[in-house]
C-alpha cells in the first residue's frame, strides 16, 4: 500500500462568502505578490465532519468537539434523582479529566461545568461517560478515581484520526493527524466586493418611502486551488489497524472534499459547488503541494478558459517537479468535469484501495 495519497482541487465558488474573518468579509491571503481569496482549512475541515453524508457514512464513528460534556453529565445526574450539589460536583470531577475548568467556583451559566479549550471526545469515551454516569445514579455515590481514568486512545473515532486531537493538559492522549489540510486559494487575482442591499417591509403598503431595512455584506467570486496529503499508514494506525474502517474513512473523505463546500453564508448565496478538477496521487515519495502552478496568478485572454488554464498550469507543474525530482508519486488518476474525464467511483477506488 503506497503511505501517501495527495489530492489537488479545483472549484468554483460563484459570488459567496464562504468563510469570514473578523470584520465578517471574506477571508483573504497575499500570494505571488496579488491578493486572492481564501478559505481555511478549519473552516473546511469542519464543514466536512459535520457534513450528513460523512456523518451518514461514519455513523458510530466520529467525535465530539465540545467545552460542555460537564453539563451533559450534570444534567443526566440529575435526571436520574441526583441532587442538584452533588451533580454539579461529580460532573466537575468527569470535566476536569478533559482540560482546565473555565471556572472553578462561578456557577452562573454553569461556567464551572465547562472546560477552557475545546476536547474531542472519542465515541469511546463519550461510552465511558455514559456508563459511569449511570453508575453514580445506580449507586448514589461519587466517582473514584480509577472511574475518573476515563481518557483513552482514540481508535473508532475517524475524525479524530484524520484531523487530530490536542489536550494541552493531557499530551499522552494527543493524535498526530492523518490528513493535512491547506487554506484554499484563488488561482487568480480575486477582489472582495461589497452587497449593499436593503429589504421591503411587506406590511408597508400606504407608499411610505424608504427601506424596512438596509445593510452590507463583503463577497467575492473565484476558482480555488485546493490541496490535502493523506498518510494512509498513520490513518490506519489511529484506527487500531481496523482496515475495513479504514477504507471507508478514505471513502467518505473523497466523497466529501469534492461535494462539500463550507456553509458561510449558503442561504444569502447559494454557493454550492462540486470540485471540477481532481488530481490524485499515491506513492511513498516525500508529499509536495502544486500551488507553485499559481504563484503567478492565472489571467486568461480573449476566449480563454480560465478552469483550463488553471489545470494546463496544474498539470504542468506536475510534470516539470518530475522532470527534476523523479517520478513525484507511483500512480495518478484525473477527474476533470470539463471533459467529462474520469468518475468519482474511479477515483474513490484509486484512493482507497
Partial sequence: ??????????????????????????????????????????????????????????????GTRTKRMGKEVFDALKAGGIDEKNAREWARLVARQFGKPKSEKNTENDADLEIEQLAHFSPEEKEAIQALTQALIARKDKPTDDELKLLGQPRRAVDIAMFGRMLADAAEHNMEAAVQVAHAITVHKAAVEDDYFSAVDDLNTKGDTGAGHIGERGYGAGLFYLYLCIDRELLAKNLGGDAALTHRALAALVDTVTKVSPTGMQNSFASRAYAGYVLAEKGNQQPRSLVQAFLKPVKPHGDESMFDKAVDALEARCKNFDA??????????????????GSLQALTAFVAD
Fill in 1 to 62: 500500500m503506497s503511505r501517501f495519497v495527495q489530492l489537488h482541487l479545483l472549484t468554483s465558488y460563484p459570488p459567496s462568502n464562504l468563510n469570514r474573518d473578523d470584520t465578517g468579509r471574506p477571508k483573504t491571503a497575499l500570494v505571488g505578490d496579488a491578493n486572492r481569496l481564501r478559505v481555511s482549512s478549519q473552516s473546511q475541515k469542519r464543514a466536512w465532519r459535520t457534513s450528513e453524508g460523512f456523518e451518514a457514512a461514519l455513523a458510530g464513528n466520529l
Fill in 324 to 341: 527534476v525530482y523523479g517520478a513525484c508519486a507511483d500512480g495518478r488518476f484525473t477527474l476533470n468535469v470539463e471533459k467529462a474525464q
